[in-house]
C-alpha cells in the first residue's frame, strides 16, 4: 500500500510540474503555441517577415535563417537551424535580434549573401540608387564596417533588390519598374474604376536590371545593365535567390503577386525567364502577399526554397527536376516550424472563440490578411488552453482563401490577394452546431453553414446574406457582431455611411433591417472620420461584458478609427501620444430588444489603454483562462499574435 501511495504521488507531482511548465496564458502576453513537443510553427518578427537569405553561421555546418522585421516592429533576426522533424519541416531556434551600424527602422529592405571564405554580408536598400554593405561580426551578432555602394546605370530608382553568387562572380540584381503615365489622379484611400469596370490607368509592371562584381569585398559602384524587358510582372518583383539543376544556376525571383519566376544565368546576364511550377506543372504561388526568397541545402537530406511574405512563411522542397518546358518543379509548401514558438496565424488575425469540434473545449478560429479561415484547436482544458498550429478551414471540400482579385477591393487591382477575411462563429441556422459568418476585404457578408456533425464539422461552401433580396454590402473588413438578442439572432454590421447598422434574421441567408444604432444622446454611431479605405474596419462583438444581463458591444478599431463621430471620438481623439488600434466598450444602457448605447470607452490593461499596432486590432471574450469562470479577452493583432488578457486586469 505504501508503495501505491508513493508512486501515486509520484504522478501526481509529475502531472503537476507539466501543468506548471505548459501554462499558454499569461496576461498582458501574446498566447503561446501549445504543442506538445514545444515546436510549432514559425511566428514571424512582426507582420511581414523578408527573408533575407541563409548561411552557415555557426559550427554545425548547417545554413541558419536572416529574416527582416518591417516598419511595425522593426527588427533584423537570425534563426538557428536545429532540425527536420519526419515530414522534412524545418525546424529553427527563437530568433536572435542583430546590431545594425545604421538605425534599423524596417526600412530598408536588406540581403545577405555568405562568401567562399564563409564571411556574411548584408546590404541595405537606401534610397533608389544607394545599397550600403557591412560585415557580420558572429562573436557579438552585429554587423560591422559600413560601405556605400553607389548603383549607376538604372533609368529610375530601384525598388527591391538581391544579390547571389556565380562561379567567381556575384550578381546584383535589382527590380526597376516601368515608367507609367496616370491618366487619372488617385486620392488617398480612393480609387476609381470606369463605368465598364476597369482600372483605369495602366497596371504597373517591373524588369530586371544588374551588374557582376569579381570582389565583394572592393565594391564602390555597380554600373548596373538591363537584363530583362520591364514587363516580367505587375506590381513588384520581392526578393531573389539562386538554385541549381543539372549544372545550370537560376536566378528564382518572387512576386508580388506570388508566382515566382526562374531564369538561367549567364556570363552577360539572365536568360529568358520560365517558372517555379508542382507536380502537375501548375505555377507554385505563394500562400500571402510578397515572395521573398532564400535558398536552403543540407546536402543528402533536403534542398528548397523559403518563401516569405506578409503573415507568412513556408519551405517549398525541390523535386530536382525540370518539366517539359524547362519549368522548375518544387514539392508544395511545409510549413517552417520553430522551438517554443508565440501562437501565430498570419497578419491582421481576427479570432472568434467556440467549440468547434464538439470536445467540449473553447477552440479559436481565425481569419486573417491572407483570406484565409484557420482552426486552433484546444488540446488542454479551458482554464488552461492549449492551441495547437493552425489548420486551414475547407469549404466544400476546397481551402477557403477569399481573395478580391482586379476588381473587388476598394484599394485597386494592386490589392488583389488580400482578403482580410474576418470570421465569427455562431450557430446562424440554429441546428445545434457552430457555423461561420464573415465580413472581407470584398464588403462581403457571407455565411459558410456547418453540414457536418458536432465531433466532425464540415462547411458547405460560402453563400451571401440578403436584405430585401439584394446581397448585404458594408464596410470592408469588418467582423459582423453576432448574438442572439431578446429572442432573436441579431447582426451589426457597417453600412454605407459607415455606421453601426442591426439586422435580424430571417432564416440561413436572409436578414431583415432594423436600422441604425444609437447612442443615449439619439446620434448615430459612426465608425471613421476618413472615407475611401478607412471606412469599416471594424471588429464587432455583442456581448454582456458587464454581467448585467443586457449585451454590450466590444469594438476593436484602427488607429485613425474615431468612434462614434469625427470630433471627439476614439481612439483618435485622446489626444496622447502612441495612439494605436484599441479595444472600445459600449455598454448597452437599454435592453436586449432596444439595445441604446453609451458613449465608449478605452479598454485598458493595469490602468493603461490597450494600443495594438496601427491597422486594427480584433476582440474577442470568452470563458477562457484566469478563474475559469469571468470573461476574459483575446485580442488579434496585426502582427499575427493573440493578445491574452485577463479580467481582474481589465477596466474601462
Keep these: ?190 480609387v476609381y474604376y470606369t463605368p465598364e469596370g476597369f482600372w483605369p490607368n495602366e497596371l504597373a509592371e517591373v524588369g530586371i536590371y544588374g551588374a557582376f562584381v569579381d570582389d565583394i569585398t572592393k565594391i564602390k559602384a555597380l554600373d548596373a545593365k538591363p537584363l530583362t524587358e520591364l514587363d516580367q510582372t505587375y506590381f513588384g518583383i520581392s526578393g531573389y535567390t539562386d538554385y541549381t539543376i543539372d549544372g545550370k544556376q537560376y536566378v528564382l525571383s518572387g512576386t508580388r503577386l506570388g508566382n515566382m519566376h526562374a531564369y538561367q544565368i549567364h556570363h552577360n546576364g539572365l536568360d529568358l525567364h520560365s517558372y517555379v511550377v508542382d507536380q502537375y506543372a501548375i505555377l507554385q504561388r505563394s500562400p500571402s502577399v510578397g515572395s521573398y526568397l532564400a535558398h536552403f541545402k543540407i546536402p543528402g537530406k533536403t534542398e528548397g526554397i523559403f518563401v516569405s511574405g506578409e503573415g507568412s512563411i513556408v519551405y517549398y522542397p525541390s523535386a530536382n527536376k525540370l518539366d517539359a518546358k524547362g519549368n522548375l518543379v518544387f514539392g508544395n509548401p511545409l510549413a517552417v516550424k520553430q522551438q517554443s514558438p508565440l501562437l501565430h496565424g498570419g497578419s491582421l488575425v481576427v479570432p472568434s472563440l467556440a467549440d468547434w469540434d464538439g470536445d467540449g473545449l473553447i477552440d479559436l478560429i481565425s481569419g486573417n490578411s491572407a483570406g484565409k479561415i484557420l482552426f486552433f484547436k484546444n488540446a488542454g482544458t479551458n482554464q488552461n488552453p492549449a492551441y495547437q498550429d493552425a489548420v486551414a478551414l475547407k469549404a466544400g471540400g476546397e481551402e477557403i482563401q477569399i481573395q478580391p482579385g482586379y476588381r473587388e477591393d476598394i484599394q485597386g487591382p494592386h490589392e488583389a490577394r488580400w482578403g482580410y477575411v474576418c470570421p465569427v462563429v455562431y450557430d446562424w441556422n440554429g441546428d445545434g452546431l457552430p457555423d461561420i459568418l464573415t465580413g472581407d476585404s470584398r464588403g462581403k457578408f457571407m455565411v459558410f453553414i456547418n453540414v457536418g456533425t458536432k465531433g466532425n464539422p464540415k462547411l458547405a461552401v460560402e453563400k451571401p446574406l440578403f436584405v430585401k433580396g439584394l446581397n448585404l454590402h458594408g464596410g470592408w473588413r469588418s467582423v459582423p457582431g453576432v448574438a442572439n438578442m431578446a429572442g432573436k439572432d441579431a447582426y451589426v454590421i457597417l453600412d454605407r455611411d459607415n455606421q453601426f447598422h442591426l439586422y435580424y434574421k430571417i432564416d440561413a441567408y436572409n436578414v431583415s433591417d432594423a436600422g441604425k444604432l444609437k447612442l443615449t444622446d439619439g446620434s448615430y454611431i459612426n465608425g471613421h472620420r476618413r472615407k475611401g479605405g478607412q471606412y469599416g474596419r471594424a471588429k464587432t462583438q455583442i456581448v454582456d461584458w458587464d454581467g448585467d444581463g443586457v449585451k454590450d458591444l466590444l469594438i476593436g478599431t484602427g488607429r485613425g478609427a474615431s468612434i462614434p463621430n469625427p470630433i471627439n471620438g476614439l481612439p483618435y481623439n485622446r489626444k496622447k501620444k502612441n495612439e494605436g488600434a484599441a479595444v472600445l466598450f459600449l455598454k448597452n444602457a437599454g435592453s436586449d430588444e432596444n439595445p441604446i448605447f453609451e458613449f465608449p470607452k478605452m479598454m485598458k490593461f493595469k490602468g493603461k489603454d490597450i494600443l495594438l499596432g496601427a491597422h486594427e486590432c480584433a476582440p474577442a471574450a470568452a470563458y477562457i483562462g484566469g478563474d475559469g469562470k469571468s470573461l476574459n479577452l483575446v485580442v488579434g493583432t496585426e502582427y499575427g499574435t493573440y493578445m491574452f488578457y485577463d479580467r481582474k486586469d481589465l477596466s474601462w
Excluded: C, H
Design 1 to 190: 500500500m505504501r508503495k501505491i501511495v508513493f508512486l501515486t504521488a509520484l504522478i501526481y507531482a509529475e502531472v503537476f510540474a507539466v501543468n506548471a511548465q505548459t501554462s499558454f496564458l499569461k496576461s498582458g502576453e501574446p498566447i503561446k503555441n501549445g504543442a506538445p513537443n514545444g515546436i510549432g510553427n514559425l511566428a514571424l518578427p512582426s507582420l511581414t517577415g523578408a527573408v533575407m537569405g541563409t548561411a552557415k553561421v555557426n559550427d554545425d555546418d548547417y545554413p541558419d535563417l536572416f529574416m527582416q522585421a518591417d516598419i511595425r516592429q522593426p527588427g533584423t533576426f537570425l534563426y538557428y537551424f536545429k532540425e527536420l522533424t519526419a515530414a522534412g519541416e524545418p525546424v529553427f531556434s527563437q530568433g536572435i535580434q542583430l546590431k545594425l551600424p545604421f538605425e534599423d527602422t524596417g526600412e530598408n529592405k536588406a540581403s545577405i549573401i555568405q562568401t567562399t571564405n564563409q564571411d556574411i554580408y548584408g546590404f541595405w536598400r537606401f534610397g533608389g540608387k544607394l545599397l550600403k554593405m557591412a560585415v557580420l561580426n558572429k562573436k557579438n551578432n552585429a554587423f560591422e564596417n559600413l560601405q556605400t555602394i553607389n548603383v549607376n546605370g538604372l533609368p529610375t530608382g530601384f525598388t527591391s533588390f538581391g544579390v547571389v553568387a556565380f562561379q567567381n562572380k556575384y550578381l546584383f540584381l535589382f527590380t526597376v519598374a516601368k515608367a507609367l503615365k496616370d491618366n487619372v489622379k488617385m486620392a488617398v484611400d480612393s
